[in-house]
T-cell receptor
Framework: DSGVTQTPKHLITATGQRVTLRCSPR?????VYWYQQSLDQGLQFLIQ???????AKGNILERFSAQQFPDLHSELNLSSLELGDSALYFC??????????????FGNGTRLTVT | SQQGEEDPQALSIQEGENATMNCSYK?????LQWYRQNSGRGLVHLIL?????REKHSGRLRVTLDTSKKSSSLLITASRAADTASYFC?????????????FGKGTKLSVIP
């Protein structure tokens, strides 16, 4: 058990809808990362927050947004959903602000299916 | 785009044999990490090797790093059915002013009992 909790585990929704994915990081970790995993694109870094502030942005679409709250949990909001957004969305956490210094601890993901 | 690329894409071996997976990357790195992912689950960190290290061991895992060739290998000795999983290498690259881990597409390892 990594200590990272993601909810919900599965989400099925229709195109054009909006969903919110939730992540609670491992106790003591200040950084939260969001990754998208699909068969064709592999694991893509979306965004990182460190202690409530946005730290880095990756391949995150404008339709997607995230935030980290004072209790350090994070939410990823996906709007105007398209079929191509169907994927596994992972949250990961680490102690450090810099990923090259410490390993990431991953949750078990939210499987999003857009129909 | 992926920084690291694993090779082979898929590998099937008998229990007890050794499994070797390779990773090549494109730019200078601070460290390289290996992760394992069981089907439908989150990734689990295995080993972190720094750019000034050449080899690292953890139990049945051995990782080597050759910065001159921009490559790394993961060796799993005496494999078990429970080692069946996808294995990813991840490298830290500088993007948007911060170093972020980028993952390859992975090697899918099947260990046949």
């Amino acid at each position: 058990d990594s200590g990272v909790t993601q909810t919900p585990k599965h989400l099925i929704t229709a195109t054009g809808q909006r969903v919110t994915l939730r992540c609670s990081p491992r106790s003591g970790d200040l950084s939260v990362y969001w990754y998208q995993q699909s068969l064709d694109q592999g694991l893509q870094f979306l965004i990182q927050y460190y202690n409530g502030e946005e730290r880095a942005k990756g391949n995150i679409l404008e339709r997607f947004s995230a935030q980290q709250f004072p209790d350090l949990h994070s939410e990823l909001n996906l709007s105007s959903l398209e079929l191509g957004d169907s994927a596994l969305y992972f949250c990961a956490s680490s102690v450090s602000a810099e990923t090259y210094n410490s390993p990431l601890h991953f949750g078990n993901g939210t499987r999003l299916t857009v129909t | 785009s992926q920084q690291g690329e694993e090779d082979p894409q898929a590998l099937s071996i008998q229990e007890g044999e050794n499994a070797t997976m390779n990773c090549s990357y494109k730019t200078s790195i601070n460290n390289l990490q290996w992760y394992r992912q069981n089907s439908g689950r989150g990734l689990v960190h295995l080993i972190l090797i720094r750019s000034n290290e050449r080899e690292k061991h953890s139990g049945r895992l051995r990782v080597t790093l050759d910065t001159s060739k921009k490559s790394s290998s993961l060796l799993i000795t005496a494999s078990r059915a429970a080692d069946t999983a996808s294995y990813f290498c991840a490298t830290a690259y500088s993007g948007a002013g911060s170093y972020q881990l980028t993952f390859g597409k992975g090697t899918k390892l099947s260990v046949i009992p």
